[in-house]
């Protein structure tokens, strides 16, 4: 089975200090997502990335980074972490070829707490 | 923007009953998608029903699809309580990632 793992299960920060949420797949997946999780709002899509070192933003890439030096590594960085930046990140992955095409597989979260 | 909306936000059933969740969407899609996320936990994806199919099946779990309507509804016959969790239908209508909707929260009573 893909093995989707996010390195920090909760995390607290506070205003205006940089945050890095990373995110590791051990099966060679090109592509990779990051969605924030939000009460009565679902899942969006904050970026993904399709191949190493290529990204493309998704519907509130605001205020968000990213980074994919390595395949298997995708990595979320908030510049200056706000407290509207308070939620929970997913990171998932699918194989090659059209993503929405694909089941996404999804790690298990990290819930970001902005003080 | 959310692709899909799911109907109702909440339901409580007892154990034994079957609990049946809707999905609509907006635009054409190839395929529709239904993910289950426990409290707290990631989305494990449970089944996938293409455009051109009308009803799925996969143990106790039952999807439809009908895209004249723009919807879809995923059916649990024989609820357990560790059916408890929150349900999300995810659209692919072709761009490069799934749209997800704001989910069911399902309660099964013991």
């Known amino acids: 089975d893909v093995k989707v793992t996010q390195s920090s299960r909760y995390l607290v920060k506070r205003t205006g200090e940089k945050v890095f949420l990373e995110c590791v797949q051990d099966?060679?997946?090109?592509?990779m997502f990051w969605y924030r999780q939000d009460p009565g709002l679902g899942l969006r899509l904050i970026y993904f990335s399709y191949d190493v070192k290529m990204k493309e933003k998704g519907d509130i890439p605001e205020g968000y980074s990213v980074s994919r030096e390595k395949k298997e590594r995708f990595s979320l960085i908030l510049e200056s972490a706000s407290t509207n930046q308070t939620s929970m990140y997913l990171c998932?992955?699918?194989?090659?070829?059209?993503?929405?095409?694909?089941?996404?597989?999804f790690g298990a979260g990290s819930r970001l707490t902005v003080l | 923007s959310q692709q899909g909306e799911e109907d109702p936000q909440a339901l409580s059933i007892q154990e034994g009953e079957n609990a049946t969740m809707n999905c609509s969407y907006k635009?054409?899609?190839?395929?529709l998608q239904w993910y289950r996320q426990n409290s707290g936990r990631g989305l494990v994806h449970l089944i996938l029903?293409?455009?051109?199919?009308r009803e799925k099946h996969s143990g106790r779990l039952r999807v439809t699809l009908d895209t004249s309507k723009k919807s879809s509804s995923l059916l649990i016959t024989a609820s357990r309580a560790a059916d408890t969790a929150s349900y999300f239908c995810a659209t692919d209508a072709g761009r490069r990632a799934l749209t997800f909707g704001s989910g069911t929260r399902l309660q099964v009573q013991p």
């Open positions: 635009t054409s899609i190839n395929n």
């Open positions: 099966m060679d997946h090109e592509n």
């Open positions: 029903i293409r455009s051109n199919e």
């Open positions: 998932a992955t699918t194989s090659g070829g059209v993503a929405g095409a694909n089941v996404l597989t």
